[in-house]
């Protein structure tokens, strides 16, 4: 496995702004998780995919915020009009279809900076 | 909701001490326990994991028991090293939705001087 890869690794943008972060999950994983983490907090859930179906949405993806995963394999998250307050770790995990006790694998995070 | 406690740090400890990282939790199903740690500059990392009550996970000298009587989930480590620096993050999975998704506790940063 080569791990869960994300791009870009940083992104400093100015407010109003438009971004978007990828991310590349372990082949073959069903699963996808986007979290978020701010400083001095753990990761919280924002969003999850099964395959293309994007399942779940947690009440912090407010509608500025939309992800995709159209073909089932990588995964896109867009924030429009960035706020100070979007500043965050953005986290993607994976995961194979097999239930609460399995374990979700992290990238290494997209650190987004708003100025 | 769901919901993961654990001690505030720093944890400061000089190497071969006894570690204690304490972790209780909230959840209305029987959740499957984890413990991430995440060393600077890298992604978090699963350190160990249990999915059942007295179940003992354990990985790198690292080691947590699920207690279902007391909801906690405790990390502890004989002898520390410099390189267990990290911060490490108490979660659970709740998979009463089927979509088991990861609440996180807001980590305890662990330092180890020689």
């Known amino acids: 496995d080569t791990g869960v890869s994300q791009d870009p690794r940083h992104k400093i943008t100015k407010r109003g702004q438009n971004v978007t972060f990828r991310c590349d999950p372990i082949?073959?994983?069903?699963?996808l998780y986007w979290y978020r983490q701010t400083l001095g907090q753990g990761p919280e859930f924002l969003t999850y995919f099964q395959n293309e179906a994007q399942l779940e949405k947690s009440r912090l993806l407010s509608d500025r915020f939309s992800a995709e995963r159209p073909k089932g394999s990588f995964s896109t998250l867009e924030i429009q009009r960035t706020e100070q307050g979007d500043s965050a770790m953005y986290l993607c995990?994976?995961?194979?279809?097999?239930?609460?006790?399995?374990?979700?694998?992290f990238g290494p995070g997209t650190r987004l900076t708003v100025l | 909701g769901d919901s993961v406690t654990q001690m505030e740090g720093p944890v400061t400890l000089s190497e071969e001490a006894f570690l204690t990282i304490n972790c209780t939790y909230t959840?209305?199903?029987?959740?499957?326990l984890f413990w991430y740690v995440q060393y600077p500059g890298e992604g978090l990392q699963l350190l160990l994991k249990?999915?059942?009550?007295?179940d003992k996970g354990s990985n790198k000298g690292f080691e947590a028991t699920y207690r279902k009587e007391t909801t906690s989930f405790h990390l502890e480590k004989g002898s520390v090293q410099v390189s267990d620096s990290a911060v490490y993050f108490c979660?659970?999975?709740?998979?009463?939705?089927?979509?088991?998704?990861?609440?996180f506790g807001k980590g305890t940063m662990l330092l180890v001087s020689p």
């Open positions: 995990a994976s995961n194979k279809d097999r239930g609460s006790a399995d374990t979700q694998y």
């Open positions: 959840a209305t199903g029987y959740p499957s």
């Open positions: 082949s073959e994983h069903n699963r």
């Open positions: 979660a659970l999975s709740d998979g009463n939705s089927g979509y088991s998704t990861l609440t």
């Open positions: 249990a999915t059942k009550a007295d």
